[in-house]
């Protein structure tokens, strides 16, 4: 079984920084692209950074020049650096994997998709 474990969120002053990770944990053989979608209350779900296996990132404009995702592939780990923080960035945070092959079953039985952490909380306030 796969899980998605978050850390890192809390409270921050506007202009401070947060830095999030989500371990993927089970037997896991590779993973596809990773990403962090937020949610503020009363808004739905949105993307905020996708990092593929190969290296390429895609950001939401909000966070373009603020955020920076990255990965390391051998800890199954992904990780969103926020700066110049705002008190719009406030939002649960979620971890996302689109696709991952698991070292377990046969064939397709070993493809997983869609799968999200438990999220954390940031909030930006003074």
């Known amino acids: 079984q796969v899980q998605l474990v978050e850390s890192g969120g809390g409270l921050v002053q506007p202009g401070g920084s947060l830095r999030l990770s989500c371990a993927a944990s089970?037997?896991?053989?590779?993973?596809?692209?990773m990403g962090w979608f937020r949610q503020a209350p009363g808004k739905p779900r949105e993307l905020v950074a996708a990092?593929?296996?190969?290296?390429?990132?895609n950001y939401a404009d909000s966070v373009t020049g603020r955020f920076a995702i990255s990965r390391d592939n051998a800890k199954n780990t992904v990780y969103l650096e926020m700066n110049s923080l705002k008190p719009e960035d406030t939002a649960a945070y979620f971890c996302?994997?689109?696709?991952?092959?698991?070292?377990?079953?046969?064939?397709?039985?070993?493809?997983?998709?869609?799968?999200w952490g438990q999220g954390t909380q940031g909030t930006v306030s003074s």
């Open positions: 990092l593929t296996r190969g290296g390429d990132a």
């Open positions: 996302n994997i689109d696709h991952l092959r698991t070292n377990y079953g046969t064939g397709l039985d070993r493809d997983k998709y869609n799968i």
């Open positions: 089970g037997s896991i053989f590779s993973i596809d692209t």
